[in-house]
Each structure stands twice: as C-alpha cells, then as structure tokens.
C-alpha cells in the first residue's frame, strides 16, 4: 500500500521517465543512461540519478547492473510498476520515437531497425480545438457550424460536448445535441467556422446513456476455419478459451468493430478473408449504427 501510494505522488515528468526505464530494460534487455538522454534530452548525470532514484525508492529489485554488457538489465523478479509487460508499451515507445527521431540526435539511429506506418490525421484546426476543450472541462454549451455527408452545407448546431474521443483515425466530440435531443458524435474536422462558448449545460457526461453503459465484445474466429487455422487467430489475438472479450463503452463499440475491420453488415465468402467474427450481436445490436 505504501509502494502504491509513493507512486501516485510520483511527478509526471518523472513518471515518464520511469517508465522509459521499464519498458527499455524489459523488452531490450539492457538500460543505459544513453537512453534516458537521448529521449527526453537531459544530462548524463540526470540520466544517471532517475534510474538510481527508480531502483533506491520504487523497485529495489527490478535491475541489476551488468559489467560485461555496461548496462543495467531486468532481475530474474522484474515487476513493472510503470508499465504493464504487454508489448503495447514497448511498440508505444517505438511510434513516439519515430515521431521524435528527427529532432533528437542519436534516436533515428537508435530504432533504425522498425518502421511505423504514418497515416496524417484528419485536420483539426486549433480554433474549433480550443473552444471544444474548455467547454469540455467546464459543462459549457456551444454553438457551431457543422456539415456531413447526409447535409454538406454548414448547419448551426447548439451542443454540450463533453469527451474527445480519438478512434484510431480520427477525433470526435461526444456531445448532447439540442437538435437530436440526444447524444451524438460530432467529427471534428467537419466543424466549420470559430464555435462560440454559451452558458452552462445540464447535459453533462452523467445523462449520456451510451458512454456510461459498459460493454463486453466477444471476439472468436470465424467458425468457418479448420480448427487449427482457429488456433492461429486464437493465438494472433491472445484469446483465451476460444475468445476475446474486449471492453467497450456502449457509444463506443461501432468504433471498436471498426478497429478490428469486422463489417457487422456483411460476411466475407472466404472463411479466411474473414477471420474473427462478433459472438454478441444481438446484445450489441443497440449501439450499431442502423
């Protein structure tokens, strides 16, 4: 408990840090200050007082220091406490330093082995950002500009956005909309003009149905495969006893679908082109889109 709290108190920035130290040791196998340096821009003597700091107060039995290989590595009783050891940790480190590699000295040459597939996001601009924030933190309504497939010409709408949300390719703002009288998505990069701050909304996060609803989706392979080709997608996925059961928000779960490229409006011929399939449908059939 004293352990859970003394990281609670930890500051961000060495937080961050701290976890770089996890995630490097335990899926590189070997820590040196270089890291520390390379990545967030700080002297060797910092580098080298945030891992002491990290091994003297937090996990006095997660690293050892290795003379041969002059750098620190995982003990035999490694425990993140930083991070968890699933591999999105580590890959997560690798998309930030692509993203950083051509800024900072040394660290395009340090990953220069992985490559990280970019897809530009969808433009948000920072005058429909900035209003939507504020309004988010402070429960205020605002009126915009909107258009859409269904109405391309701009349309006022007066909303109570409370969460973004980004999806994997794009942000959206879920929110209440006066329109609808319901709560809807709103993409971001379809917000048009400068939004403008009203008063306060009494549609807050709270009233919204389908984000506060809890989901499970139930991931299996398509039945159509061999048994061992199940095994295969079974193992790809890190299913257990046949499944994958993912957690969702209710307002989320299209999205979610969508990130595991499952049409729930269609079956693919091929048993293989389809691969998984959603066990639930029918529990899941309210929040799909119609």
Request: aromatic letters at 8%; a positive charge; hydrophobic letters at 40%.
């Amino acid at each position: 408990m004293k352990r859970e709290q003394s990281i609670a108190q930890v500051r961000w920035d060495l937080a961050l840090r701290y976890r770089l130290i996890e995630t490097v040791a335990w899926w590189e196998g070997r820590l040196t200050t270089q890291h520390l340096m390379q990545s967030f821009g700080i002297s060797r003597q910092q580098a080298s007082k945030d891992i002491n700091t990290y091994i003297t107060e937090h996990a006095p039995k997660n690293l050892t220091y290795d003379r041969h290989l002059k750098g620190y590595v995982p003990a035999a009783k490694f425990k993140p406490l930083f991070i968890d050891d699933s591999a999105d940790a580590y890959l997560h480190l690798l998309n930030q330093s692509h993203e950083r590699a051509p800024h900072i000295e040394g660290l395009a040459l340090a990953y220069a082995h992985t490559e990280v597939l970019r897809v530009p996001d969808r433009t948000v601009r920072a005058e429909v950002l900035r209003p939507l924030l504020k309004a988010c933190r402070e429960g205020l309504r605002l009126e915009t500009e909107y258009v859409s497939l269904a109405n391309p010409l701009p349309e006022v709408r007066l909303i109570a956005p409370h969460t973004l949300v980004y999806t994997g390719m794009r942000w959206h703002v879920r929110a209440y909309c006066e329109k609808n009288r319901a709560y809807r998505d709103f993409v971001l990069s379809r917000l048009r003009g400068v939004p403008g701050l009203l008063d306060a909304s009494s549609h807050g996060r709270a009233g919204d149905e389908g984000w506060n609803a809890g989901v499970t989706i139930r991931i299996e392979p398509d039945p159509r495969l061999s048994a061992e080709q199940r095994a295969i997608i079974e193992t790809d996925y890190g299913m257990r006893d046949g499944h994958l059961a993912v957690a969702s928000r209710g307002a989320l779960v299209q999205y979610v679908l969508q990130r595991f490229q499952i049409d729930t409006t269609k079956i693919e011929p091929k048993a293989a082109a389809q691969q998984i399939v959603v066990a639930n449908l029918e529990e899941l059939a309210r929040w799909l889109y119609k």
